[in-house]
């Protein structure tokens, strides 16, 4: 749909405005799986969604990533779940220094 | 545009729009999910028609039993569900639904949904649908991903389970049990003591707020606090408390609020494996100076 076309109280709109998202205060940290979280996880939500969350056990790392895949349509395939979830179970105890959140 | 705000009886109304995981953050034992504080929530005066009399104007058929709406947003993968939601008929034909054109007296910012958003006062904002440009009217149950599954509550009287424990049977979340808190403070600050003006928030679903009491013990005793205008039985309604703070100590500030129905908030958090329907006390630890 073009925005310039929708009616407001009959006129055109005739200028949009722009702003700026914030940046992404976290990024997926070095390690085996880093890449695979950097192609996947980022296509809906931030790295700061991972880190952020409680601690989980790598089995339940495991299901949450295959939720991600089954019911939210994540393309990651079949053979990189596990190795995603080994890397999302490690980075979940990690505490980021003010550097590595902001690099 | 022009056909909505011609042809239909414009209806204004003040309501709060609040994530069904507002707070999920503290949730204690933790749970997965966004870990948001408290302020994924909002008040605002919404402007629009009345869904009920669009349907009327549309017509129902006999067998009508939910009207499910979509939005412009589309998944980001053909494979996602797509953003869906449903009213029951009962609902829909509430008194208080609007299709919203304007909020704040001004077309809806894009982010608010532009240019036509679902505004269902009462109800967590998963049923506020931005971008509406479909309703669809249903002859039977909806089980699409967002209603079912996605944003259900535990089917009891509390919504809550014991911590770790799954539920059996779910049902939608719906509305918002009453929630206050303070505004112009914020937890761990440290300020000067003296003559101190406390002041904050109270909403629920629609029952509008009766009292909201204030401590600065960590609720041994209240107090009652003064309510500031009343914007209607879905908005935010200010409080304010005057008190003297001594210098030099350590202060536990609390609020519960009281609905015109006599429900209160909670004492104690409750617990669901989502983290909705928060409305434990919440405690403001301050320290003053001196």
């Not at chain 1, 722009?18 to 997926?28: I, N, Q, R």
Request: aromatic share 10%; proline share 7%.
């Amino acid at each position: 749909m073009n925005l310039g076309q929708i009616a407001w109280a009959g006129e055109e709109i005739r200028s949009l405005k722009t702003f700026a998202l914030p940046p992404d205060p976290m990024f997926f940290q070095p390690g085996p799986g880093q890449e695979v979280a950097n192609t996947y996880c980022l296509i809906c939500h931030s790295a700061d969604y991972i880190y952020t969350q409680p601690l989980h056990s790598q089995e339940k790392w495991q299901s949450l990533v295959l939720k991600m895949k089954q019911a939210f349509g994540c393309p990651i395939p079949d053979d990189q779940i596990s190795l995603l979830a080994a890397y999302l179970f490690g980075q979940n105890s990690v505490t980021l220094t003010s550097s590595e959140r902001h690099p | 545009m022009e056909t909505l705000q011609k042809d239909f009886e414009p209806v204004d109304i003040a309501a709060v729009c609040q994530c069904s995981g507002n707070s999920r953050g503290f949730s204690e034992p933790r749970v997965a999910g966004g870990q948001w504080g408290h302020g994924a929530m909002g008040n605002a005066i919404w402007t629009g028609v009345r869904l009920r009399d669009l349907l009327e104007k549309a017509g129902l058929e006999q067998d009508a039993r939910r009207i499910r709406f979509d939005g412009l947003d589309r998944p980001v993968a053909d494979t996602t569900p797509d953003f869906l939601k449903s009213l029951s008929l009962n609902d829909a034909f509430g008194d208080h639904v609007l299709v919203a054109y304007a909020m704040n007296g001004e077309p809806l910012p894009i982010l608010n949904g532009f240019p036509l958003r679902l505004v269902v006062p009462g109800w967590y904002a998963t049923y506020w649908v931005k971008m509406l440009h479909d309703l669809e009217v249903l002859n039977e149950e909806d089980h699409t991903f967002w209603m079912d599954p996605a944003y259900r509550i535990p089917d009891n009287a509390c919504g809550c389970l014991q911590p770790g424990e799954k539920p059996r049977h779910t049902v939608p979340i719906s509305t918002m049990p009453v929630r206050s808190f303070i505004t112009n403070i914020s937890n761990g600050a440290s300020i000067s003591g003296g003559p101190t003006l406390v002041k904050g928030i109270a909403f629920d679903q629609g029952y509008g707020i009766d009292q909201v009491l204030f401590s600065l013990d960590g609720g041994t005793h209240w107090e009652a606090t003064t309510l500031g205008k009343d914007y209607g039985d879905f908005s935010f309604r200010l409080w304010e408390i005057r008190v003297f703070l001594r210098p030099g100590h350590q202060y536990q500030l609390q609020t519960l609020a009281i609905n015109r129905i006599g429900e209160s908030q909670q004492l104690h958090a409750r617990w669901n494996p989502d983290g909705y329907l928060r409305n434990a006390v919440e405690t403001v630890h301050i320290t003053t100076e001196g």
